[in-house]
């Protein structure tokens, strides 16, 4: 299984996290610097695959960000290289030629798509069609509930 | 109303971009912001505020577990948006001690049964986050639900929580374990890789319970077609395969098909790695298997050269054949660039050593280790250095080869493991007889040299080689220059500790010359000047050498240097006088021979355990208590001033300040009696003010008996097993190999058993999991035959539970009963034999006979 998920800029500073295994806050911290320290070390030609601590974590540079996916000594590394993939092309679609911006300002969007992704640290979701679907009708239900909120009857009952 | 002057998350994150300093006063200041806010009533504010918390929670670390509560009132809004928000930071920031847990189960269990699919599927991923135990325990009904539900969008969700729920609930296998095998014949493919996927964990903590399963996944392992099922399935047959090896040879079968066919790597990789780890038996799929690593080591890519090589190694304890195939391979990978590669290149060279081998591979490896890196330099040295010590040197047959290997070593520039060739260089001399001229040779070649003095890592070695040389002088050409190599002033350098091993071994080589020139003299009649030129200046350079020592700081180095030179000073007399020491009552003569003999007794290698196979002399005590010694040594300790005990409480063992304790309790109590033992008084103290005291699980402190938590050594003993001669190989090669001592290391069996211990102990966690998963089985198998002939009235037995009715699980069997088998009309009467116990008494499940 997938323990945690990981986004990295490439100057050391955190763009997302998941953790699917129990870890505390001082836990989380200290693992994020030292894989961040290990990966972002690593050269260009060398390896997608880091041994660390027991665990595997499988890594893929995309611009200027590095995903990084902890697993299991046991699990397939290139499968796990295809999920990362497949998370970009989903982040893609939805945010139309997504960059590093895009994930800083609509964190929570990348989050919900790795919900939909990921569940208790194993694919769930293979097609991503399904998953825009799904997120895009999730987004409709949101947008409703706002322009409901907006809306001058809401406003009155609330003060009233 | 609130909400209109609220700083949004962009707003939040806008103004932290822009920030360029102060980046945690920022934060302080947002984190007071939001305390505020989140405070109100109003939702929309709230869940801003808990928005905002979460992005600072997830990237900046702070810590959100605060808003526990709050995060709660946000998911009990009716809108979505609101709902996700909650859900977002519950599933971030809740652990098993939040104390609001309790509170959510019912929030949660009206998101599961919502009408909107999202909001189940938003319950759902917040399950499978923090589920606990009684979450777990609670919701399964709800969970089965919909594990049944007609949205394959939210089956699928279910599917995914089903494992942490039974995880951390095993009971609810009972209940669920139907609906999820039913999913296994569904064909959405999306729903079979998620059930796929929750077996594949299953299998790894127990084989034995999923093996009744394995017709339908040899099923679908032949039908599908969907590459991430397929994977899941291997590694389901791999675990599968390795409990039960009748599988293995179905299996086979259909995976060299999808080897043979697919494109994509992952799937070939993960055949791979099937067939090598579980079905190594099949001598056909293991070459497919083997020309497939073949493609992966000769591509480009380094994740497939990774891939290959990592294979490799696990096929090759069993299948030394394919290693050596692919030798060349092997060898260039280790001058690749990746250093993952490169260790697992080296890895694998290793595996491949044998007797012939060994000098040519170590050749490679220290031409490899004089032109990489440190870190991997010291990776090659550390693996080829346990690879030939393994099992008492086993692998090497030229000693003399060896040691001069060992000594090569010492002088790679970037060499960091000092201790291990230490250690190897003494071992071997103990161990093995005939390679110490060898081992003094190369010795003395390291001790002359005076650029490695300056290394700091090399000194472990240098320690070494001077104790060989002290040790087996009787070897060496020329004491002389080996005693002004060990007392040359660039030896300053070293720490004490290894100053005053050179100090010993320039006595030990002392000792050697005087005696063998004292006996010459006896021998012979006269002595002829050179040989007595010779040994002054020995004395002389020695005496010189070691004078300023005798000043040294170092309790050690100055200890021995007086012995030194005591011992010369003594000694140059009776060297001086030149006389014919026919008499033997020349003090230096006796003194002289008396230290050669000391000095020529062998000093062997001693096994782990020696220790404890020394009985314990009859009335020799071992106890904790120290007090006791007061009655022993009362005398001599030296009562301490009572002005210079403090009055504060100070913590401190030391039995004299016991002894003023008790003695004021006593003078207090008008006893005085200052030589009494601790321990009555601390019995007297104890009975005047016994309730204040703690109960003390301890015996009685006046009984004398032996602790019992320290087992008689006696009942470790046993034989004690000196196999002081290796048998001599059978002469397969050109020269015999030497005698290795090997000891009878009965400490390992021990540490095994422990190991085995443990793992008894971690086991019995995951039993209550696969004992329910096997219980479930046994329904199913029973409930099919049931479906099948009617009115077998033992079957039946399996579904009623008689005595337990107080137990709510037996709600939930009717349940699933009464949905199971609709068309067949429920007994009201209860057998009298209870499910549990007949599944618990078969300990072996049937295997199908479908599969063989």
Redesign the interface.
Do not use: W
């Given at each position: 299984?997938i323990h945690f998920v990981l986004l990295v800029s490439r100057q050391g500073k955190?763009?997302?996290?998941k953790w699917?295994s129990?870890y505390?806050?001082k836990e989380?911290?200290k693992v994020?610097r030292e894989l961040s320290g290990v990966i972002l070390n690593r050269?260009p030609?060398?390896?997608?695959?880091?041994?660390w601590r027991g665990y595997k974590v499988v890594y893929k540079r995309y611009a200027s960000l590095y995903f990084c996916m902890c697993i299991d000594a046991?699990d397939?590394?290139?499968?796990v290289?295809?999920i990362i993939h497949h998370y970009v092309e989903i982040l893609d679609r939805y945010f139309g030629s997504v960059c590093e911006l895009d994930l800083?300002?609509h964190?929570?969007k990348a989050?919900?798509i790795l919900?939909e992704l990921l569940?208790?640290g194993?694919?769930?979701?293979?097609?991503k069609k399904?998953v825009a679907r799904?997120i895009s009708?999730?987004d409709q239900?949101?947008e409703?509930?706002?322009e409901?909120?907006g809306s001058i009857s809401y406003i009155i009952a609330?003060?009233t | 109303m609130d909400n209109l002057f609220q700083r949004s998350l962009e707003d939040l994150i806008k103004g932290f971009r822009l920030q360029l300093l102060g980046e945690s006063s920022f934060i302080s200041r947002a984190l007071e912001e939001i305390r505020r806010e989140v405070k109100a009533t109003d939702l929309s504010t709230k869940s801003t505020a808990l928005h905002k918390l979460s992005y600072l929670a997830a990237i900046h670390g702070v810590d959100m577990s605060w808003a526990a509560f709050h995060a709660l009132e946000v998911v009990s809004s009716s809108r979505f948006h609101h709902k996700r928000i909650g859900y977002q930071a519950i599933t971030q920031s809740f652990h098993d001690q939040t104390s609001v847990l309790l509170l959510i189960t019912n929030q949660l269990r009206k998101d599961l049964n919502s009408v909107n699919e999202y909001e189940v599927s938003l319950a759902l991923e917040c399950l499978s986050r923090i589920g606990t135990r009684d979450l777990a325990r609670d919701l399964s009904p709800e969970v089965f639900t919909l594990l049944g539900s007609s949205k394959s969008f939210v089956r699928k969700k279910a599917t995914g929580v089903v494992l942490r729920v039974f995880d951390k609930y095993p009971d609810a296998v009972k209940v669920c374990f139907k609906r999820l095998v039913e999913n296994l014949e569904t064909s959405d493919p999306q729903i079979l890789s998620a059930v796929v996927g929750v077996f594949c964990e299953l299998a790894s903590k127990d084989p034995t319970s999923c093996l009744p399963l394995a017709p339908e996944f040899f099923k679908i392992l032949v039908d599908s077609r969907n590459n991430w099922v397929l994977i899941k399935l291997l590694k389901i047959f791999s675990k599968l395969a390795s409990v039960e090896p009748r599988l293995g040879r179905k299996v086979a079968e259909p995976i060299c098909e999808h080897m043979k066919r697919t494109v994509a790597k992952s799937l070939v990789f993960e055949c791979v790695r099937t067939v090598v780890s579980s079905l190594s038996d099949h001598e056909a799929a293991v070459e497919l298997a083997v020309a497939k690593i073949r493609e992966f080591l000769v591509e480009d890519d380094p994740n497939l050269k990774y891939l290959g090589l990592h294979a490799l190694s696990i096929a090759a304890p069993k299948h030394l054949w394919a290693v050596l195939e692919n030798k060349e391979a092997v060898v260039k990978a280790l001058s690749d660039e990746d250093p993952n590669v490169k260790l697992e290149a080296l890895h694998l060279l290793m595996a491949m050593v044998t007797e012939d081998n060994v000098s040519e591979i170590s050749r490679i490896l220290m031409n490899y280790a004089l032109k990489s890196d440190p870190l991997f330099c010291n990776e090659i040295i550390i693996s080829v250095l346990s690879v030939c010590s393994r099992n008492a040197y086993e692998i090497i047959v030229d000693f003399d080869w060896y040691v001069s290997l060992l000594g090569e070593m010492a002088r790679i520039p970037h060499c960091q493991r000092g201790e291990e060739i230490e250690h190897q260089l003494i071992d071997i001399g103990m161990r093995v007889r005939d390679a110490r001229p060898q081992l003094v040779r190369v010795s003395w070649a390291l001790l002359i040299d005076p650029a490695l003095l300056g290394n700091m890592f090399l000194h472990p070695i240098l320690s070494a080689a001077s104790w060989v040389s002290g040790e087996y002088v009787e070897f060496s050409k020329n004491p002389y220059e080996l005693v002004e190599a060990l007392v040359q002033p660039r030896t300053d350098l070293l720490p004490p500790y290894i100053r005053a091993i050179y100090i010993h071994s320039v006595f030990k080589v002392l000792v050697f010359c005087l005696g063998s020139y004292f006996s010459a003299q006896e021998s012979s009649s006269g002595s002829s000047s050179t040989v007595y030129e010779s040994i002054l200046n020995l004395v002389n350079v020695i005496e010189i050498g070691v004078w300023p020592l005798s000043g040294a700081y170092d309790v050690e180095v100055q200890e021995r240097a007086k012995n030194v030179l005591g011992f010369i000073g003594m000694a140059k007399q009776d060297i001086a006088k030149n006389v014919n020491l026919q008499d033997n009552d020349a003090e230096a003569c006796r003194v002289t021979a008396f230290m050669e003999d000391m000095f020529s007794e062998e000093l062997g290698p001693i096994s782990a355990n020696a220790q404890e196979k020394v009985c314990v002399p009859d009335g020799l005590e071992l106890e904790e208590n120290l007090g006791d010694l007061e009655e022993i040594c009362g005398k001599f300790l030296k009562p301490v001033e009572s002005d210079s005990v403090s009055c504060t409480d100070k913590i401190s063992f030391s039995v004299s300040k016991l002894r003023i304790r008790d003695q004021q309790e006593a003078s207090s109590s008008s006893t005085s009696l200052p030589a009494k033992a601790s321990s009555s008084l601390l019995a007297e103290h104890r009975k005047r003010h016994g309730m204040y005291y703690l109960t003390s699980e301890k015996n009685d402190p006046d009984s004398n008996g032996t602790p019992k938590d320290y087992p008689p050594a006696n009942d470790l003993a046993s034989e004690i097993l000196l196999d002081p001669l290796d048998p001599k190989r059978k002469a397969k090669h050109r020269k015999s190999r030497p005698v290795v001592v090997k000891l009878d290391e009965g400490g390992e069996s021990r540490i095994t058993t422990s190991q085995a211990k443990t793992k008894q102990e971690s086991v019995t966690d995951d039993e209550s999991l696969s004992r329910a998963i096997q219980s479930a089985l046994l329904v199913n198998k029973k409930g099919k035959e049931r479906e099948k002939c009617e009115g077998n009235s033992n079957l039946v037995v399996q579904e009623e539970e008689t005595s337990r009715i107080e137990k709510p699980q037996n709600s939930e069997k009717k349940k699933k009963k009464k949905k199971k088998k609709n068309g067949e009309r429920t007994s009201g009467k209860h057998r009298s034999r209870r499910r549990s116990e007949v599944a618990s008494s078969s300990e072996q499940v049937e295997i199908p006979d479908l599969l063989l």
């Open positions: 299984m955190v763009r997302l996290t699917y129990p505390t806050q989380r911290s994020i050269g030609k060398l390896c997608n695959f880091v041994e046991e397939n590394e290139l499968e290289l295809e800083i300002f964190f929570h989050y919900y919900d569940i208790a194993e694919l769930q979701e293979s097609s399904t799904i009708a999730q239900m949101v409703a509930a706002k409901e909120a609330q003060t | -």
